[in-house]
């Protein structure tokens, strides 16, 4: 008998790129919720954001937050909706991030702007969530989002300075993330080396964009979500490893589900 766990990426792989509805991927999450497999949210959304997120989506498993830069375990560790998690820092603390890039801007004049220059009237106008999302969304541990508006010739050089900072730059699926060297498939080989007490875990992992990468090309076996412009993020995988989708979030994602549980007869008896 096999074992699973299931990674995931929130928006636009499970969530709607507009609205952040998830209703078209119900009977996916339904089928995994009976089967009582793993569901391991690892997004670049805040622990604020995916604690509210997680219990609308009846998940109750522990989760990475910011690209990675950090694991949440209820006290149950694998599983629970504790009010108090443990909280684990794989990356660099905000503080010294906004320290970097506040010295590129007055140092360089390079032109961004990160959720910390939001207000958060900005932030819903820019991504149309809540003011309680939004609010969230701002309460980050070891991420800075921005939005480039300067020159690709200047772009170059300030990714350039990142790096001798000892930071990188990722490209999400609505902002430039800033971060340390941490990313979602550090973050999913840590919660699987925690937890995989048997030999016989496998790995399946959704997502759509370049801070998906690392954890699609780790899993076992993964789904590219299409994005709304058509293209995929193309994976180094063979075909039998790794499913395109025909579909955009978040129908694209019970697309996913339903052809690599029926690829690998999960659910059918003989998993």
Known sequence: MRNWMIFTDLDNTLLDHHTYSFELALPAL???RQLAIPLIINSSKTYAEIKDLRRQLLNNWAFSVENGAAVFLPQSNLSGYDNTMEQIILGV????ILKVLHHLRTQKNFCFKGFADYSVAELIQETGLSQAQAEQAKQRLA?????WLDSQENFLLFEQALKTQGLQLVQGGRFLHIMGHNDKGQAMAWIVNKFNSQQDLHTIALGDSQNDY????????SAVIRKLDGSH????KSAN??????HSAPLGWQEAIDKLFAQL???????
């Open 233 to 236: 993020l193309q994976l180094n």
């Open 214 to 221: 690392n954890m699609l090309e780790l899993a076992d076996y």
């Open 30 to 32: 339904d089928k995994i």
């Open 265 to 271: 007869n999960i659910g059918e008896g003989n998993e």
């Open 241 to 246: 490893q790794v499913i395109y989708t025909q």
């Open 143 to 147: 991420s800075e989002p921005i939005k």
């Open 93 to 96: 603390p905000r503080d010294t």
